[in-house]
């Protein structure tokens, strides 16, 4: 018998979203055809119905989406007729999805092994035993750390990029026909981006599997995809193969997408000497439990400008801005802000403190109520700091949405199910400038969202510096990001810092040795950039 060229066939697809302001277009007419073994990259800004399409060919749309027209074939099952116990059957088995936001994906009450096993085993695909040793295969191969042990970790014990993988190697353990990517290496800082790009790779090499890989970063795709397909509003842009596409793209969008970002922020004047910092860090050491995550960290922050602070997964840079908040009580050193030491945990502060003090976390997912409006989400911090009731605090409200580039008559009665991940980020940094904060603490705020909204919220962020003297905290795996935004750079390291200085000299050569291997990781619009690195560091590595 003839195994049939062609896994999965959309025709003519339209998806609508419905909430109480009525209908919304999602996807329009998209056809898509993905042969067996073969990897397509979807690409276009936030809000372009990525995820929605992705999520689509699992038979499976959002709560208040339905699918309009078109057929969704999968392996000669049409999906839009099949019944709920039918899609179910091949949900998790044949078809696994790799959600961005691993932190919500996961069972915070569950170890990540019994999480893995649990689809393979409930399917009859394995039984406990197979599962597991194939779980902890693929953890070795996402390079985890431990991989025998990690597993009995729980979800909030491993960092964010770890959690990442380890929701890579969960999707995998079925080895199911069909993989879909969202955004799966957005927590990930360069260097483990990497490796798990390559384990990835591999892993759908060596198991056979199709995958959809959707993405913002386009210099990412180029290394997965066969074939590229650009979305805007819905719609399909344009497609071609990834060499060809990467080439000469034809449309003026894909080709606005194809651009380096090359905004740079204000430069400001040099520091006076002897400046009092905004912000002081002294030998701070911390730890959760016995495990030491910060060894003797020093750092200023001065009033109106930008540190950046860069490193790889589990390098102490969120454990950092936790100590700063007084989310974890440090076990040695001292925080001071405006010359006063700070208490360690939050509970000890003034509510002035709290408020000149803000914190824009990695994952809005985790961030946002998913049962509050955006109303109530900006509208929290506007009456607990600042006594805002009523019309006042409405029309703050709207002034900060209409800030971050969100229209709010569209926007302040959405719940976050109704938005994309950037339109997601955006509420939670209007929420933190809600409190008219000094610092500003950003965890990665940028890595959800395209090239293009990334610029335009560092543009913003510029501006509400100038304007407003802001100081800004910035915890980033994106290189571009701090070139764009940083007036100094932190190197970290194993809960240490290694290199630290402007951004102008952090950038120019000699670097430390770990520099060099952070500069060397930021991926390249080039097809064959993640091959050529791989060679030339198995031609580096010791024999």
């Known amino acids: ?21 009525g209908t919304t277009q999602i996807v329009t007419g998209i056809d898509l055809n993905l042969k067996r073994g073969e990897v397509l990259g979807l690409i276009g800004e936030s809000g372009a119905g990525k995820s929605t399409l992705g999520l689509a060919a699992m038979g499976y749309t959002r709560d208040g989406c339905r699918i309009t027209a ?6 000669g099952i049409e999906l839009t007729t099949a019944g709920d116990e039918a899609r179910r059957r091949l949900r998790g088995s044949r078809i696994a999805y790799v959600a961005q936001s691993a932190a919500a994906a996961f069972n915070p009450a569950m170890r990540l092994i019994d999480q893995s096993v649990e689809i393979a085993v ?21 390079q985890l750390p431990s991989p025998e042990e990690i597993g009995f970790r729980y979800p909030h014990q491993v960092s964010g990029g770890q959690l990442q993988r380890a929701m890579t190697a969960m999707a995998m353990v079925a080895r199911p026909d069909l993989i879909v990517f969202d955004e799966p290496t957005t927590a990930l800082d360069v260097t483990t981006q990497i490796e798990v790009l390559a384990a990835i790779r591999d892993a759908v090499e060596a198991i056979g599997t199709s995958a959809i890989y959707i993405s913002h970063d386009l210099a990412l795709v180029a290394q997965m995809a066969d074939r590229i397909m650009v979305l805007r509003h819905g719609r399909l842009v344009e497609e071609a193969d990834t060499r060809t596409m990467m080439a000469s793209p034809r449309q003026a969008y894909t080709k606005s997408l194809w651009a380096v970002r090359t905004f740079r922020g204000s430069r400001k004047p ?32 001065h009033r109106g400008r930008t540190v950046a602070v860069v490193g790889e997964s589990g390098s102490g840079k969120s454990t950092l801005a936790r100590v700063i908040t007084g989310l974890l009580p440090p076990r040695q050193g001292s925080v001071a802000f405006e010359g006063k030491t700070l208490a360690g945990s939050y509970r000890g502060r003034s509510p002035e403190e709290l408020r000149r003090v803000q914190m824009i976390v ?10 509050q409006r955006v109303r109530d989400a900006i509208g929290r911090p506007l009456k607990f700091y600042l006594g805002l009731t009523g019309e006042a605090r409405e029309r703050r409200m709207r002034e900060l949405l209409t800030e971050i580039e969100l229209d709010p008559d569209q926007y302040v009665d959405r719940y976050p199910a109704e938005l994309s991940g950037g339109q997601k980020q955006r509420v939670c940094i209007a929420r933190a400038l809600a409190a008219e904060p000094a610092l500003l603490i950003c965890d990665e705020i940028t890595s959800a969202l395209d090239q293009l909204v990334a610029e335009e919220m ?12 802001l100081t800004y905290l910035f915890i980033t795996h994106d290189l571009a990001t701090v070139r764009a935004i940083a007036d100094e750079v932190v190197v970290m ?21 770990y520099t060099d291997l952070l500069l060397s990781s930021v991926p390249e619009m080039d097809p064959d950039w993640l091959d050529r690195l791989l060679d030339q560091r198995k031609a580096q590595a010791p024999s």
Request: without cysteine; neutral net charge; proline residues 7%.
């Open 493 to 513: 390291k194993d809960g240490r810092i290694v290199e630290a200085g402007p951004r102008d000299r952090m950038f120019a050569p000699p670097h430390h040795p």
């Open 458 to 469: 560092l543009k913003l962020l510029d501006r509400l510096q100038r304007e407003r003297g």
């Open 270 to 301: 040099e520091m006076a000497a002897g400046t009092t910092p905004l912000l002081r860090v002294e030998r701070l050491t911390a730890a959760y439990d016995e495990t030491p995550v910060l060894q003797d960290v020093s750092l200023d922050l």
């Open 362 to 371: 990695q994952m809005p997912d985790t961030a946002l109520n998913p049962r």
């Open 70 to 75: 078109g057929s969704i074939v999968f392996d």
């Open 122 to 142: 409930q399917h009859g695909v394995m039984n406990n035993a197979e599962a597991a040793a194939a779980a902890i295969a693929l953890y070795r191969r996402m």
């Open 1 to 21: 018998m003839t195994v049939p060229d062609t896994l999965l066939t959309m025709r003519g697809l339209a998806i609508e979203g419905r909430s109480e302001r």
